[in-house]
């Protein structure tokens, strides 16, 4: 599809700055900002600006803005402080825990992590 926003996607709307969100970072195809349910001290969601689903059509769009997003993550969690020790996920299909169909990477970092994660 043609479209790169969907107006009833909540992840869109932060985009948009339509629904506020604690902004970590920015870059020109993405946005990084603060889980409001946060799993670890450091717990940043980084979306492409561009609506799509999920991971896999994030792959397919461009590989420029996949690659823009995990340098987003890398940026974050440099400014974070996590001393190189973080976790990036991107939870894909209601079975795998998504819950928000705009793709978007977990940035966990600041507690030790188990694996699997389970
Ligand atoms: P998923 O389960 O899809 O992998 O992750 C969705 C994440 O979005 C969850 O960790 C959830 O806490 C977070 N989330 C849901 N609604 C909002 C919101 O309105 N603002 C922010 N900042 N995070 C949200
Ligand atoms: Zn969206």
Redesign the pocket.
Known sequence: SAATTDPDC??CS?VAGR?P??VAGESEYSLA???????APT?V?VVPRRHVANAGELAEVSADELGDVVLLARTVAEQEDLGGDYRL???TGEG??????HA?L?LLGGRSMKWPPG
């Open positions: 909540l992840f932060i629904v969100a604690d900002f603060r889980d409001v349910n946060p799993q717990h969601l996920v991107f939870n795998a825990g998504q819950s928000v169909f978007h977990h």
